[in-house]
Every structure is written in C-alpha cells, then in structure tokens.
C-alpha cells in the first residue's frame, strides 16, 4: 500500500465517521420511531466486493451471506460502509425538513463520501475498483481535492446548522458536490 493510498484511508475514515455522526445527530429519533427498515443485506455486499472498503472495515471475517453485515441492532460496520448507506434517506426524512434548504443540505450530507472517492481512475469511484493491487494506481491528486472538498462541504453543514443561516458564497460551493443521480 502507497503512502498517498494510507494518508487517503486515514482522512476518508475521519469523514465518514463525522458523516455518520451527523446523519445520526439529524436522524435517528425518526428512524428509531419507523416500523420498516431500509437496511438490505443486499447493500452489504458493495462492502465485501470492494477492497477499498474492506481496508477500512477490516471485518470481512463477520460477513454473512444471508444477512451481510446486518444484525437485529442495525449495522455491525462502523466504517467502511457503502456510500448509498449514507445517499438514501426515505420520504419522512425531508417530509420533516422545515424548508427546501435544509432538504438540499441533507441530501449534500449524503453525498459527501461519494463526491469524495469520485474519478478514481476516470469516471470509477475509488470504493467500485474491484481490484485490491489497482487502488494504488488510483488519481490521487484528483480524490485529494474531492476529499477536501467534502471536509470543507461538512464544515459549512456544520456551521449551517449551528447558525441556521448561510453565506451565499457556502451555498454555491455546496452546490457543487456531485451527488449520485439516483439520489437528486
């Protein structure tokens, strides 16, 4: 492993774990009300198959074919989980936004793992290259400059969400973060 693919590794997983914390700080009252899970063992398998993300998890070991990584609790992976784990929210979630803008920022929140391992090798993401030895061949200098855009992305969530207001230059940078079509 290459010293920029270990630097990569640390710093995605501090954004990942601050993506989740966010999610969850804006999230789980209304998910831990909902009846229907969204979850789907299916999802677990992006886990599996990528190595990227089997470097981050490292728990390979606790996959389970018929069930994933899913346990009566929720997920088992602290990290290096699939980015559509972070993408979808249901209909409730913006349902209970107060406004466009606060949908908008939700689904950016979204998006911030996956506009981060974007063009990894051309159009490929870094976490859907399916071969372990090609992750060091990976643009680093492009997936460098994505990670920073979503770090600098989450600090303007955060502040967002601190002050209930934005700069409209914050907005516009937020703008672009490129979330996954099936999720605009």
């Known amino acids: 492993m290459t010293d920029q693919l270990k630097s990569y590794l640390e710093r995605y997983t501090q954004l990942e774990g601050a993506v989740r914390e966010l999610i969850a700080r804006k999230g789980n009252s209304l998910c831990a009300q909902c009846s229907c899970i969204c979850c789907d063992a299916v999802m677990c398998v992006e886990a599996i198959k990528s190595p990227f993300l089997k470097l981050i998890h490292q728990q390979a070991d606790q996959y389970d074919e018929e069930k994933g990584f899913l346990s009566s609790t929720g997920c088992r992976l602290e990290k290096g989980r699939p980015s559509v784990c972070y993408e979808y929210f249901c209909d409730d979630h913006f349902y209970f936004q107060p406004d466009e803008l606060h949908e908008e920022v939700l689904r950016i929140i979204g998006s911030l793992l996956f506009h981060a391992t974007r063009n990894a090798q051309g159009e490929i993401p870094l976490d859907e290259i399916t071969e372990e030895d ?14 920073n855009e979503s770090f600098r992305a989450l600090e303007i969530i955060q502040e967002f969400y601190r002050t209930g207001s934005i700069t409209d230059e914050s907005h516009s940078f937020l703008k672009s973060i490129r979330i996954p079509e099936e999720f605009q």
């Open 134 to 147: 090609q992750l060091d061949s990976a643009d680093f200098q492009t997936l460098e400059k994505n990670l």
